[in-house]
C-alpha cells in the first residue's frame, strides 16, 4: 500500500510538472507572438494611467499649450525647485493674485521684462495663419518647467521627451547647482518620478548603462523588455479602462458621474514653507502661493547636509554626462541654452563636500562654452542677499524678480537670441558648435 501511495505521489509531482513545464512553454511562446506583433505599439504615453506628480502636472500642460497654440512656449524654465519657486512667488507679485503651483507654469513677469528689453511679444506663429493688419496677437510665453528635487538627468529627460518638432521652444534657461549633480536621497538617475515618467515617451536603451548602473536597478526596465506583458502593463490598463468604459458607461452611467469630493482642496497655509512641503503626489489646491508672502528665513541646513552627506563622485561623474547631453541635445535641435548658476546662502555653500563645487563650476562652464550656451554665474554676484531667500537655498519673489531681470538682461546681450524672440523665428539657426554628439 506505501508502494502504492508513494507511486501515486511521483506521478502526481510528474504531471504537476509537466504542466507546469507546458505553460513556461505557452507563456514564452505567446510572448515571442507579442514581441514580435507590437499589438499596443500605437498606444500614446499621454493616455498611459500615471501618479499625479510635478512632472505629470508640467507635462499634461506643457502638450496642451502646444496644441492649443499650434507651437510650443518660447521661452522654458528648467531646473529644479531653486528655479519654480522663486518664478512662480514673482509672478503672484507680479499678478497680485494667489497661484496655485500645481498648475501655474507661466512666468509671465519673465514675460513682461523680455517684451520691455527686446521687444519680444510680435505673432505667435500659427500654422497656416498669418495675422492681419491690427489684429490682436498673443504675447511671447515664457513656461517654468522647473521640477522639485530635479537632477540634470531629469532636465535631460524633459527636452528629450518633449522638446521637439511643434513642441520645440525657440530658448530654454536652465538653472543649476550642484545639488542639481549630487543628493544622496537619489539612489540613481533612473530612480527619479521624472524619469520613470518621462522614459515611456522614447526608448532609452542608450541611457540604461548611465542611469540605472546597477543590475537590481535594472529589473523593472529588462523584465519589461523581455516579457511583453510586463512592460506594457500600463498600456494594457489604458486599453481596459477605456473600453469598459466605452462600453459600459451607456448601460452605467451613473457609474462615472463625477464625485463632489473631486471639488475640494486642501490650501497650504499663508506662511508654510513651499519648499519642505513638495510631496510626490499632488493635486490643485495643495500648493497656493500668496503675493507679496512675508515668510520668515528658515534655516533648512539639515536637509541639505543630508543630502550632501556620502560618496558623490559616481553620481556627479553621471550628471555631468547628462549636462553634455543635455547641451549637444539642444544644439542638434537648434534650440539655444542659457546655463545659469543659481545663487546660494553662504551657510548652504559651507554644507559643500570639499571642491565639489569648484569642480562643478568650471565643468559647467567648459560645457557651456564647448556647446555654445550662454553661462550666466549668478552665485558670484553681491546683489543676492538674506532678504531675497526664504532659506538657504531657494529664494523668495524678490530674488525671483532679480533672477528673472539677471537672465533677461544676458538675453537681451545675445544678438542672435535676442533677435530670434524679437521676430518670432521658427527657422533653425545655429547657436551651438557642430560635431559634438553624446
Known amino acids: 500500500m506505501k508502494e502504492l501511495i508513494q507511486t501515486i505521489k511521483n506521478c502526481s509531482q510528474t ?12 507563456l514564452l511562446f505567446v510572448n515571442l507572438i507579442l514581441l514580435a506583433w507590437q499589438p499596443l505599439a500605437k498606444i500614446s504615453p499621454e493616455r498611459l494611467p500615471s501618479t499625479h506628480t510635478w512632472v505629470w502636472w508640467g507635462t499634461q500642460e506643457y502638450l496642451q499649450e502646444c496644441q492649443k497654440e499650434s507651437s510650443a512656449p518660447d521661452v522654458v524654465l528648467l531646473g529644479s525647485s531653486l528655479v519654480m519657486i522663486p518664478v ?41 495663419h498669418v495675422p492681419a493688419e491690427g ?47 549630487i543628493d544622496s536621497h537619489m539612489q540613481c538617475p533612473a530612480s527619479t518620478d521624472t524619469f520613470r515618467y518621462l522614459q515611456r515617451f522614447d526608448n532609452i536603451d542608450d541611457l540604461v548603462d548611465l542611469s540605472m548602473p546597477q543590475v537590481w536597478q535594472r529589473f ?54 513651499l519648499a519642505g512641503q513638495l510631496k510626490p503626489e499632488i493635486e490643485p489646491g495643495m ?27 559616481d553620481m556627479f561623474n553621471r550628471q555631468l554626462v547628462f549636462l553634455r547631453k543635455f547641451l549637444a541635445l539642444a544644439a542638434s535641435r537648434h534650440i539655444p541654452v542659457v546655463l545659469v548658476n543659481m545663487p546660494l546662502r553662504p551657510e548652504n555653500m559651507q554644507l559643500m563636500p570639499p571642491l565639489f563645487y569648484e569642480r562643478y563650476l568650471q565643468s559647467a562652464k567648459v560645457a557651456a562654452h564647448e ?50 524672440l524679437e521676430s518670432r523665428d521658427t527657422k533653425p539657426t545655429q547657436f551651438a558648435t557642430t560635431g559634438h554628439s553624446l
Open 88 to 128: 512662480c512667488l514673482q509672478d503672484a507679485n507680479f499678478l497680485k493674485s494667489d497661484l496655485d503651483a500645481t498648475n501655474h507654469h507661466r512666468s509671465n513677469y519673465m514675460e513682461h521684462a523680455l517684451k520691455q528689453s527686446v521687444g519680444a511679444g510680435l505673432p505667435r506663429p500659427h500654422r497656416g
Open 15 to 26: 504531471l504537476i510538472s509537466s504542466r507546469i513545464f507546458l505553460g513556461v512553454v505557452v
Open 287 to 313: 500648493f497656493i502661493v500668496h503675493p507679496n508672502d512675508s515668510h520668515p528665513y528658515e534655516d533648512n541646513s539639515s536637509e541639505y547636509r543630508a543630502r550632501f552627506r556620502g560618496n558623490h563622485h
Open 220 to 273: 523593472d526596465y529588462l523584465a519589461g523588455k523581455g516579457l511583453y506583458l510586463w512592460g506594457k502593463k500600463l498600456d494594457l490598463q489604458a486599453v481596459l479602462a477605456e473600453n469598459t468604459k466605452t462600453t459600459l458607461s451607456p448601460y452605467f452611467s451613473q457609474l462615472y458621474r463625477e464625485s463632489a469630493l473631486n471639488h475640494l482642496a486642501t490650501v497650504a497655509p499663508t506662511g508654510s514653507g
Open 135 to 181: 489684429e490682436e496677437t498673443s504675447p511671447l510665453q515664457c513656461f517654468n518647467f522647473a521640477l522639485p528635487g530635479g537632477m540634470i538627468s531629469d532636465d535631460y529627460m524633459v527636452a528629450r521627451a518633449l522638446f521637439n518638432g511643434d513642441r520645440k521652444p525657440k530658448a530654454i534657461v536652465l538653472g543649476l547647482t550642484l545639488r542639481d549633480f
Open 371 to 420: 556647446f555654445g550656451s550662454t553661462f550666466v554665474d549668478l552665485n558670484s554676484t553681491t546683489e543676492f542677499n538674506k532678504s531675497d531667500f526664504r532659506d538657504t537655498a531657494h529664494m523668495n519673489g524678490n530674488g525671483g524678480k532679480k533672477l528673472i531681470d539677471k537672465v533677461v538682461a544676458a538675453i537681451a546681450q545675445n544678438r542672435d537670441l535676442a533677435q530670434r
